[in-house]
């Protein structure tokens, strides 16, 4: 089972402010992604990351940008938030299994943006 | 372009009941098919996935699900359910000749278990 951490858990942050959301793997997994999640809604996946420096854009266009430096470490930031980017954003990394890769989630970070 | 349909947002079973979800997808190509659970305020877990092997497939939980290619379906289903099956279910579909498989997710299906 992989361990995959995500903080902070919630965040309550002021329209304009830059914020940053952490992403944690102890697994070693090359493959990292990051999706958006609103309220009873899919998920839409908005970054990947198949490795050290190298990050690309998901299905859903996003303000957001990553960045991979480490294996471990795949942080999301926003540079300046505004309401519509209240959301959850949901982490994950990937593992070889069998015939396909497993995905596996953080318990994900809630932001609101007043 | 890949896609994936959950019939029915929200689903209400009775404890001891069957639990049906329905999952429908559009690949061109071979897919994977994967369901996951997520509980209030976590992240998703998986529950099983198909992967061109055996049809019917076991999971965790008591859940399993069947891969129908002529209806393009992968419904899960748990013969008795549980109060702790309360939850939030999404199925997810993915290339299976691509590299890193991301994953399609469909809209999720809320089940509520009456006692």
């Known amino acids: 089972e992989a361990d995959i951490y995500q903080t902070p858990r919630y965040l309550v942050i002021g329209t304009g402010k830059k914020i940053t959301l952490e992403c944690s793997q102890t697994m070693g997994h090359d493959k990292m992604y990051w999706y958006q999640q609103d309220p009873g809604m899919e998920l839409h996946l908005i970054h990947y990351s198949y490795g050290v420096n190298s990050t690309e854009k998901g299905d859903l266009s996003s303000e957001s940008t990553v960045s991979r430096i480490r294996t471990e470490h795949f942080p999301l930031t926003l540079e300046s938030a505004r309401p519509s980017h209240t959301s959850q954003y949901l982490c994950?990394?990937?593992?070889?299994?069998?015939?396909?890769?497993?995905?596996?989630f953080g318990p994900g970070t809630r932001l609101t943006v007043t | 372009a890949q896609s994936v349909t959950q019939l029915g947002s929200h689903v209400s079973v009775s404890e001891g009941a069957l639990v049906l979800l329905r999952c429908n997808y559009s690949s061109s190509v071979p897919p994977y098919l994967f369901w996951y659970v997520q509980y209030p305020n976590q992240g998703l877990q998986l529950l099983l996935k198909?992967?061109?092997?055996?049809?019917l497939v076991k999971g965790i939980n008591g859940f399993e699900a069947e891969f129908k290619k002529s209806e393009t379906s992968f419904h899960l289903t748990k013969p008795s359910a549980h109060m702790s099956d309360a939850a939030e279910y999404f199925c997810?579909?993915?290339?299976?000749?691509?590299?890193?498989?991301?994953?399609?997710f469909g809209g999720g299906t809320r089940v509520l278990v009456k006692p």
């Open positions: 994950a990394s990937s593992a070889k299994s069998g015939d396909t890769y497993e995905q596996y």
């Open positions: 997810a579909v993915s290339d299976s000749r691509a590299a890193g498989n991301k994953l399609t």
């Open positions: 198909y992967t061109s092997a055996a049809t």
